[in-house]
């Protein structure tokens, strides 16, 4: 980097007002989102006055170095500042370590995320019900993600038939909440996980649902379905259902008394489902609806737009052909959103 074109944050900082002129070089969209105070966007009328000094920023201070020697060519006294808006952010806020920043660089330089998106996560608890197929790489991209508590659900033991899809587990005979909590620790230890390794049903519903903001159905039965469905609406839990056999994988989020649930689309449970067991699956198709409900949780927690309500995506992985069936809404008919306002 040439020293004498960059200006850190701290020499920016005390410059007088007036002296200078603040210039965003990132999107609209970005902009609108947040930026330091002052500045314009590139498209705006720039009109010198007199010394004034202009300085350029983008997220990383790395395009607006070029941009900045640039000016300079043309007689402007044109600077980049140093570390971007990215640096600026650091500066503001401090709910955030050194390690987290690095961690989730990424994701909040995304105008959706953001730092206010990063915390959010950070004080979100999510439950996962089943740490099998679904449940495994779920898990593995929240806590990836930063979701600062995360519960795992699930009464069964690891099994070797399990090693082909169930990709966070290592070990043979452990339960399975607890093998995953091993996993997600080892991702990011700056995360809070608990295992409960029994079945989640009526009679502990209402005790695991309250100590969390959003649920993920990863089970592997129509009927274990059915119910998680059912207990989300009567706790008023939003929660996202995931579905995947074979080559095929279905997935719908559900906001209780808002959206559509499971039973106002299908009314009972479906009989003589195919099972894995049965059918067979493929590794791979778990992890990516795995990955879809992963999202899904994350958008609700930030940003709560665009997310599959009212609708279920459906995704053929043998074809790669995808279709989103549109429901109407919350049914009149139905026994559970109906009998639980």
Same mark, same amino acid.
């Given at each position: ?63 607006? !170095? ?184 279905? !997935? ?90």
């Amino acid at each position: 980097m040439n020293d004498e074109v960059e200006i850190t944050l701290e020499e920016f900082l005390k410059l007088p007002k007036g002296s200078y002129i603040l210039i965003d070089m990132r999107s609209e969209v970005s902009y609108q989102l947040g930026h330091i105070e002052g500045a314009i966007l590139t498209h705006e009328d720039i009109r010198l006055d007199g010394d004034c000094k202009l300085i350029f920023y983008c997220q990383y201070g790395i395009q607006s !170095v070029e941009t900045a020697e640039q000016f300079r060519k043309c007689g402007f006294r044109a600077y980049s500042l140093k570390g971007g808006y990215t640096a600026w952010l650091k500066k503001q806020f401090h709910v955030l370590d050194t390690d987290e920043w690095e961690r989730y660089d990424r994701q909040i330089t995304l105008s959706q995320i953001g730092v206010t998106g990063q915390l959010r996560m950070k004080n979100t608890a999510v439950l996962i019900i089943g740490a099998g197929g679904l449940g495994c790489p779920c898990g593995m991209y929240l806590a990836a993600a930063g979701v600062g508590r995360i519960g795992i659900i699930d009464h069964d033991e690891v099994s070797l038939s399990n090693m082909n899809r169930q990709v966070a587990h290592r070990e043979t005979g452990l339960n399975k909440a607890v093998s995953l909590k091993n996993t997600l620790v080892g991702i990011n230890d700056k995360i809070q996980v608990t295992a409960y390794p029994e079945r989640f049903g009526t009679d502990n519903a209402a005790e695991l649902l309250d100590g969390y903001d959003f649920v993920i159905d990863c089970t592997d039965t129509a009927e274990t379905k059915f119910m998680v469905n059912d207990l989300c609406v009567r706790y008023d839990k939003p929660y996202c259902y995931g579905g995947v056999i074979g080559f095929e994988g279905q !997935v719908m989020t559900v906001i209780p008394h808002k959206t559509a649930c499971l039973r106002c689309i299908f009314e009972e449970p479906p009989t003589g489902c195919e099972t894995c067991e049965s059918h067979g699956i493929i590794g791979a198709a778990a992890g990516m609806i795995g990955c879809i409900q992963a999202l899904e949780a994350i958008k609700f927690i930030t940003f709560r737009e665009k997310l599959l309500t009212d609708k279920m995506f459906i995704f053929d992985m043998l074809t790669m052909k995808t279709r989103t069936a549109k429901f109407g809404g919350i049914s009149s008919k139905c026994s559970i959103c109906q009998n639980n306002q």
